[in-house]
């Protein structure tokens, strides 16, 4: 059913996105022109990294897969044969089967006719391999597969790194070139209804399992596009797990589910990639399944286990620049679906109000994650957040909303060794004239390193007999508990 196209010869940046019909017509003049017009910059530009990384190959490059340059020459040649044999328009009207199922049979044939000599074992990876290009995710599909990888981040079509175990790794995957890389970008932003190109070169969007996507393409990436993906993880991290990697001590994890069942309104600050989100999803474990419980977020990313779940979603502006959905949008909207709790996956503008506003409403329990490197800097990011949102009140009043509303702040921190550590829980206790009085619950000391430069340290209380929760806890019939979580703290003085 294939016949041989009749249209000229084909280049790479045609044949990459054959699956949305309309992107590849797109992607084709806007990254191919580029290099041609900017040609002495890109000699140079191609000859410095092709000199520097072969000298770092052999050190700190994490090989995904052991292919051979010799490997990617045939891989070529195949491919180039198969782009030459195939009618893409009709390859596209396919269901993903079939057309695997076709492109297979061809490159088997290709491979016969060209007499390429390969074992069975390096034809299979061949053929799922050049599937994945013309279908997939190409290079990155190995990658996407894995379960183990936090982030990938591709700095153009020779350089991917990824983060494993909290460590970044450079990787042997590379694509063609930069117009197959745009070609994938393409591909995955155009599933969620976005383009990526010259003229909107910013774009956010997610693959199917719900990984988090961002693409910056040039002018505005100097070294190609640039691809960033926050791997959903399909198994989130629970409290104990958080324990087993000595993110929080048993007694710290203790606290913190008394400060999520007895419905502390609670802020998770950190940096970003500090395990804010993770933090904040094994803290709904404890949310009551009986509990109506409304997400706001971004990206989906929060994997409640409760039965009663509204998840809500923001919504960028369209290509003409309007119908977005804000925040703070979600988090208005949100109090008239009658929520016992509402929960703010990232708070960083003007819905702080709101969340406050809820959190003092009867919606108590509610919780959010906020960018800040400490305590007291959150609740003053909080602050300018409202001051910034337009809402002209004086500062004491914002600072009066902060205190009766927000009980608890817990700081993540991802550690210089790679680790991610929760390093703080701190109680907010009220207004001292014009100034917001804290006190810690908990802290993570670090005494030291050890041999494999892992930085060691413990979870120690704060000495706080009673923390302002405690009445809390006592309503909710926790009080023996958090007395025993607490007094198992101290243990560790
Ligand atoms: N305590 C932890 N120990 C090990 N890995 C963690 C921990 N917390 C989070 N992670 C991993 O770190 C990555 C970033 O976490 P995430 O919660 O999304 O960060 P943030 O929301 O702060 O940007 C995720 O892949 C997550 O699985
Ligand atoms: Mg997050």
Wanted: aromatic share 4%; net charge negative; glycine share 8%.
């Amino acid at each position: 059913m294939f016949g041989k196209r009749t249209d000229g010869p084909k280049t790479s940046e045609t044949i990459a996105a054959p699956k949305p019909a309309p992107a590849p017509v797109k992607a084709k003049p806007a990254p191919a022109p580029k290099p041609e017009a900017r040609s002495p910059d890109r000699v140079e530009a191609k000859s410095k990294p092709s000199k520097a990384p072969p000298k770092k190959k052999s050190e700190g490059v994490t090989k995904i897969d052991d292919r051979s340059d010799e490997y990617y020459r045939v891989k070529t040649m195949v491919f180039n044969a198969l782009i030459d044999t195939i009618d893409l328009a009709q390859l596209a009207q396919l269901d993903a089967d079939s057309a695997r199922e076709e492109i297979r049979d061809i490159v088997v044939e290709i491979i016969s006719i060209k007499n390429v000599v390969m074992s069975i074992a390096e034809q299979e990876s061949l053929l799922e391999d050049i599937c994945n290009d013309v279908l997939g995710y190409g290079p990155l599909e190995p990658l996407l597969a894995r379960d183990d990888i936090a982030d990938i981040m591709v700095n153009g079509a020779g350089t991917t790194y990824i983060e494993v175990d909290g460590r970044i790794e450079r990787t042997n995957i590379r694509f063609r070139d930069n117009a197959q890389l745009m070609n994938i970008c393409q591909r995955i932003v155009s599933q969620v209804g976005r383009r990526v190109d010259e003229s909107s070169p910013i774009c956010d969007a997610r693959l199917l399992d719900g990984s988090r996507v961002n693409v910056i393409a040039p002018p505005l990436a100097l070294d190609g596009p640039t691809l960033t993906i926050r791997k959903f993880k399909k198994d989130k991290l629970k409290l104990e797990h958080l324990v087993d990697f000595g993110s929080i001590s048993d007694a710290g994890a203790e606290i913190l589910r008394i400060i999520g069942a007895c419905r502390c309104n609670v802020l998770i600050s950190g940096g970003t990639g500090s395990g804010k989100t993770t933090l904040l999803n094994s803290l709904t474990a404890f949310i009551d399944p009986g509990e109506r419980v409304i997400t706001c977020e971004d990206a989906a990313e929060l994997q409640l286990q409760q039965p009663h779940v509204v998840r809500l979603e923001t919504r960028p502006p369209n290509l003409e620049g309007s119908g977005a959905i804000s925040m703070r949008d979600l988090v208005k909207n949100c109090l008239r679906m009658r929520p016992d709790r509402i929960i703010v996956g990232e708070v960083r503008g003007p819905e702080a109000f709101d969340l406050l506003q809820a959190m003092n409403t009867g919606h108590d329990g509610s919780m959010g994650t906020l960018h800040a490197n400490t305590p007291r800097e959150a609740l003053s990011r909080v602050e300018s957040m409202i001051t910034m949102g337009g809402f002209s009140l004086p500062a004491k009043t914002i600072r009066e909303m902060i205190v009766g509303s927000i009980d608890v702040v817990v700081q993540a921190s991802r550690l210089r060794d790679g680790t991610r550590k929760i390093i703080s829980v701190t109680e907010v206790m009220g207004l001292e004239g014009e100034v917001i009085v804290t006190q810690d619950i908990l802290k993570f000391e670090v005494d030291g390193e050890d041999a494999n430069g892992k930085i060691k340290g413990v979870h120690r209380g704060l000495g706080v007999g009673r923390p302002r929760f405690w009445e809390r806890a006592r309503y909710y019939n926790m009080e023996r508990e958090l007395a025993e979580a607490l007094d198992a703290l101290e243990g560790n003085r």
